[in-house]
C-alpha cells in the first residue's frame, strides 16, 4: 500500500520553485516572443490606473497583470507565497518588470479597485480567441455550454464540524421519536440552517457538489473545446442590475433550490454574452435537466436564434392533439407495438409554408431498388399493417409545436448521445479553475477579490489558447504546463 504525505507550504515552495529554476528560460521566452500585453489591455485600463491621482505609480499596470498571471498559470495558492517568489527569483521580477516587489495589501486593492477593467482585459480576449477556436473545430466552438457552481467562502459555517452536529442533532431527535424512514435529517438540516452567513450576508448557502456549503454563486460559459467565453458572478450588484431575476425563498429541497437558481441565471447570462459579444453567434445551446422548462426552451430558439438545444428531460413528456403514441423521448411508435419506435427519414420540409419537419416512418420499412428503370420505392414488410399503403404509416412532426419534445435534434439519437457527451468540458474548465487556478478555498470573504481571482483565471487560459495557437500546438489549447514540459 502507497503511503500518503501531506504537501506542506515548504514542499510546495520547492516544487513551484524547481518549475522556474529548471523551465525559466523556455517558460519566460515563450511567454515574452508570443504575448505583447500592451496590445491586450484596453485602453481605458491605461487611463483608469494612470489617472492623475497626486504620486506616481511604482508598480506598473503590466508587471501587476504578469504576476496575477503568473500565479494562477503555476497553481501558486496564495497572495504571499507569489511574493515569495518574487523576492527571491531575480528572473521573474525582470521578466514581469518590477523594479520593488509590492505587498499583499497592492495585490488586494489592486483586485477590488480595477474588477471592471479586468473584466474588459477578460472580453478582449474572448473575442481574440474565438476565431482561433472556430478555426480548431468549427462545430465544437459553435456549441455553447453553461454551468453554475461556488466558490465557498472563509466563513466560520463551512466548517464540517456546522453541518455536522445539526445533522447528529437531528438524527437523535429522530430515533428518539422513532419516525420512518421516509424521514430525511439531511433536507431538515437544510431548512434549518440561515440561508447566510452571519459574517457576511452577501455569502449564500448552496449545495454544491452532493454537500452543503456557504458560497458566492458563479455562472460559466465555454464552447465545445472546453474554452471559456464568459463568467458571471451572481452577487448583489448582479441581481439589482437584472430586475427580471426574482429571489424566493429557500425551499425545503437543496436539488430543488439549484435547479431553479440555474434556470433563472441562464437567460440574463445569455443576455449579457450577447451583449457583449454580438458577432459570437452559437447555434447549439447544451445544459442541464435544470433547464427543462417551455420558456427556456421557447426563448433559446426563438430570442438567442439556437438550432439545437441538448437538455436532458426533467420530467416525462406530455403533448395535446396527438393522434400516435409516442416514447419517453418523443418518437413516433408503431400503432401495434409500444416498443417498437419509427424511423427518423429526414428534417427537410417540402410544404409551402417552409416549416420545418421531422419525417418518422414505419419501422419495417425497406426500400426496394428496382434495377431495370434504376427507381427506389419504399415497401413496408410488416405482418400486421397499420395502413393500406404499400410503404408503411409516416408521420411528419412539427418541431416549433412542441420545443421541448423536439429540440432541433431527436432525443436518444447517436447525434444526441454522441454530443450530450461534450456537456462534460464546462465541469472540467469549472474543476480546472477551481484547482489548478487555485479559486477553490481562498481565504477571504471579500466579493471582489473572488470575482478578480475568476476573471484572471479566465484571462490565464485564454493567453494559454493563444500561446499554443501561435507555436501551433493547438492539442494543448487548455493547459501552459503541458507546453513546456
Not at 477556436?133 to 466563513?155: H, P, Q
Not at 429540440?407 to 450530450?420: F, I, L, M, Q
Request: one cysteine or more.
Amino acid at each position: 500500500m502507497i503511503s500518503q504525505k501531506q504537501l506542506s507550504l515548504a514542499d510546495i515552495f520547492e516544487d513551484c520553485k524547481d518549475i522556474f529554476e529548471s523551465d525559466k528560460p523556455q517558460f519566460l521566452t515563450l511567454l515574452e516572443n508570443h504575448i505583447d500585453l500592451d496590445e491586450i489591455i484596453p485602453f481605458s485600463f491605461y487611463n483608469h490606473y494612470y489617472a492623475a491621482t497626486g504620486r506616481n505609480r511604482k508598480y506598473p499596470l503590466t508587471a501587476m497583470l504578469w504576476a496575477l498571471i503568473i500565479q494562477r498559470l503555476f497553481s501558486i495558492p496564495t497572495d504571499s507565497l507569489l511574493l515569495v517568489f518574487l523576492h527571491y527569483s531575480r528572473h521573474l521580477r525582470e521578466f514581469c518588470g518590477f523594479t520593488k516587489v509590492p505587498d499583499a495589501s497592492k495585490i488586494t486593492r489592486f483586485k477590488q479597485d480595477f474588477l471592471l477593467d479586468l473584466q474588459s482585459v477578460f472580453d478582449k480576449l474572448v473575442d481574440i480567441t474565438e476565431p482561433i477556436c472556430r478555426d480548431i473545430d468549427n462545430n465544437l466552438a459553435s456549441m455553447l455550454l453553461f454551468d453554475t457552481s461556488g466558490i465557498e467562502a472563509y466563513v466560520t459555517e463551512n466548517n464540517p464540524k456546522y453541518a455536522n452536529r445539526i445533522i447528529r442533532q437531528l438524527k437523535s431527535y429522530a430515533r428518539s421519536m422513532n419516525f420512518d424512514s421516509s424521514y430525511d435529517p439531511y433536507k431538515v438540516a437544510y431548512a434549518s440552517m440561515p440561508t447566510s452567513a452571519s459574517s457576511n450576508h452577501e455569502v449564500k448557502q448552496q449545495y454544491i457538489n452532493g454537500h452543503f456549503c456557504y458560497a458566492y454563486k458563479f455562472g460559466i460559459i465555454t464552447n465545445g473545446l472546453g474554452i471559456v467565453r464568459s463568467i458571471d458572478f451572481y452577487n448583489k450588484d448582479y441581481l439589482s442590475s437584472h430586475p427580471d431575476i426574482v429571489v424566493e425563498k429557500k425551499a425545503k429541497s437543496p436539488d430543488e433550490d439549484k435547479s431553479l437558481a440555474d434556470s433563472k441565471a441562464l437567460l440574463p447570462t445569455l443576455k449579457d454574452f450577447k451583449t457583449r459579444h454580438p458577432d459570437i453567434k452559437p447555434s447549439i445551446f447544451l445544459g442541464d435537466a435544470a433547464f427543462d422548462t417551455i420558456e427556456i426552451y421557447k426563448l433559446l430558439f426563438e430570442d438567442f436564434n439556437f438550432q439545437k438545444a441538448f437538455i436532458p428531460l426533467k420530467v416525462n413528456l406530455s403533448m395535446d392533439n396527438v393522434k400516435y403514441t409516442f416514447n419517453e423521448n418523443g418518437i413516433p411508435c408503431c400503432p401495434h407495438d409500444s416498443s417498437l419506435p419509427m424511423k427518423r427519414e429526414g428534417s427537410k420540409s417540402h410544404l409551402r409554408s417552409k416549416l420545418s419537419t421531422m419525417k418518422f416512418v414505419c419501422p419495417k420499412m425497406k426500400w426496394k431498388y428496382n434495377r431495370q428503370d434504376k427507381s427506389k420505392r419504399r415497401v413496408c414488410h410488416c405482418d400486421n399493417p397499420c395502413t393500406t399503403s404499400s410503404c408503411g404509416r409516416m408521420i411528419y412532426v412539427y418541431p416549433e409545436k412542441n420545443l421541448r419534445a423536439y429540440p432541433g435534434v431527436e432525443r436518444g439519437s447517436k447525434e444526441w448521445d454522441e454530443t450530450y457527451k461534450i456537456r462534460v468540458n464546462v465541469e472540467k474548465s469549472i474543476n480546472h479553475f477551481k484547482d489548478s487556478f487555485c479559486i477553490a478555498k481562498r481565504k477571504t470573504t471579500n466579493e471582489k477579490t473572488l470575482h478578480s481571482d475568476l476573471l484572471l483565471a479566465g484571462i490565464s487560459q485564454l493567453l494559454t489558447v493563444v500561446v499554443a495557437d501561435k507555436i501551433n500546438q493547438r492539442q494543448h489549447i487548455r493547459s501552459l504546463k503541458s507546453l513546456i514540459a
